[in-house]
């Protein structure tokens, strides 16, 4: 069963809340209208994220004398096939393994490559690549053999229309699409896989997160602690790494890749509770992500991401805050904004009626445990 199924009622069960050095068992119904929105949103797109997701890699020709502004004015041309693109995306394939818990493989598949004409956009690429695919395929990802200019974007993901089952791509279009740079000699046959991995989130209906409301929609990439933000952020601090920074919590959840018990909401009074990092296995029973509710369609969310794996460029473990508010008819529409990137052991975030303390950051048989106190003013 997956939590928050009903269109009405939150049914929520806190395993096991700890608190003063004793075992509480907490239980509750709740109700939250925004939780329900984007669980209702996300419902819209049936088992998109569960399972073996089908997805054609298709390269596009993009002719000598494109006149495409997207695409920068040097003549190289990229010189793969789309079999070797697949080749190089096991990594991306593991990273969404590891995040997933095992509960989501994209299974790409190389098939013949598209063009386009000098006075035909990028775009029809990924309409040519839509055409052409198998009725099974869910998405296409298709990679530009020319690269994007300096001030364009790097490409860009989309989950295609709501579809709940037999979703074909065709039907939907859905697609991942991005320029030649990130595959490109340059990289010595080990190419970053950040901006595919993000792509890949947004065909997950996954939204952008930054550091400010104000950032929405104005291609402000400023956190460091998103996939679905500053992609490349591991790289800035160490050139090797090639994956991008995990996924939020509220991803992870919406994506139905947490169990129920690794969730919790908050809606009154004052609760102190114990958080595993959202990257540890499901084997470890706890909470990942607690939600407390603000308005009908606001709630803050209180994770600990562990500096490690995919995360290793954060250097240190730390509790994040966002606030997560449900907006238009898809998740690429939430607006995700960091509250607090970097709590630690001592540190308090109090934002209108809610306060939230870090208490203790411990790390016992590799398991980073955060003792966390929630208040919240009535
Ligand atoms: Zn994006």
């Given at each position: 069963m997956k939590l928050f199924g009903s269109?009405?009622?939150?049914?929520?069960?806190?395993a096991t809340i700890t608190g003063c050095g004793r075992e509480q068992q907490v239980t509750g119904i709740?109700?939250?209208?925004?939780?329900?929105?984007?669980?209702?949103?996300?419902?819209?797109f049936g088992d998109i994220a569960l399972g073996s997701d089908p997805w054609e890699v298709v390269v596009c020709q993009i002719p000598q004398d494109t006149t495409d502004p997207i695409f920068d004015s040097n003549d190289v041309r990229l010189n793969l096939s789309s079999g070797d693109i697949v080749a190089k995306l096991d990594p991306v394939i593991a990273y969404f393994s590891r995040w997933s818990h095992g509960?989501?493989?994209?299974?790409?598949?190389?098939?013949?490559?598209?063009s386009i004409s000098a006075e035909e956009k990028s775009d029809l690429c990924?309409?040519?690549?839509?055409?052409?695919?198998?009725?099974?395929?869910?998405?296409?990802?298709?990679?530009?053999?020319a690269q994007h200019s300096e001030s364009a974007v790097g490409g860009w993901g989309r989950p295609g229309s709501p579809c709940e089952k037999n979703c074909s791509a065709q039907a939907t279009r859905r697609a991942v699409y991005i320029?030649?740079?990130?595959?490109?000699?340059?990289?010595?046959?080990?190419?970053?896989?950040?901006?595919?991995?993000?792509?890949?989130?947004?065909?997950?209906?996954?939204?952008?997160s930054s550091t400010s409301v104000d950032n929405f929609?104005?291609?402000?990439?400023?956190?460091?602690?998103?996939?679905?933000?500053?992609?490349?952020?591991?790289?800035?601090?160490?050139?090797d790494i090639r994956n991008a920074p995990g996924p939020l919590g509220i991803n992870l959840y919406l994506s139905h890749w947490l169990n129920d018990n690794n969730v919790a909401l908050l809606e009154n009074?004052?609760?102190?509770?114990?958080?595993?990092?959202?990257?540890?296995?499901?084997?470890?029973?706890?909470?990942r992500l607690v939600l407390v509710p603000l308005d009908n369609s606001t709630v803050v969310s209180v994770e600990l991401l562990q500096a490690s794996g995919d995360n290793r460029h954060l250097l240190d473990?730390?509790?994040?805050?966002?606030?997560?508010?449900?907006?238009?008819?898809?998740?690429?529409?939430?607006?995700q904004t960091v509250l607090d990137a970097d709590l630690q052991s001592g540190e308090s975030w109090s934002g209108g009626k809610v306060n939230i303390s870090v208490k203790q950051l411990k790390t016992n048989n590799s398991v980073t445990t955060a003792r966390i106190e929630v208040r919240i003013a009535s």
């Open positions: 269109m009405f009622a939150v049914a929520l069960t806190v709740f109700v939250s209208e925004a939780l329900n929105t984007m669980v209702q949103t996300e419902a819209q509960q989501y493989q994209p299974n790409f598949t190389a098939v013949n490559g598209v990924v309409e040519r690549a839509l055409d052409q695919a198998s009725p099974t395929t869910r998405g296409v990802m298709v990679i530009a053999n320029g030649a740079a990130d595959f490109m000699p340059f990289w010595t046959g080990n190419p970053p896989l950040d901006l595919v991995e993000h792509e890949m989130g947004h065909a997950l209906d996954w939204p952008h929609g104005n291609g402000v990439y400023d956190s460091d602690i998103d996939v679905m933000s500053n992609s490349a952020a591991p790289r800035d601090v160490n050139v009074g004052t609760t102190s509770f114990d958080l595993v990092a959202t990257s540890t296995d499901l084997a470890v029973d706890g909470l473990d730390r509790v994040v805050i966002h606030q997560i508010e449900s907006a238009g008819e898809t998740g690429f529409e939430r607006r």
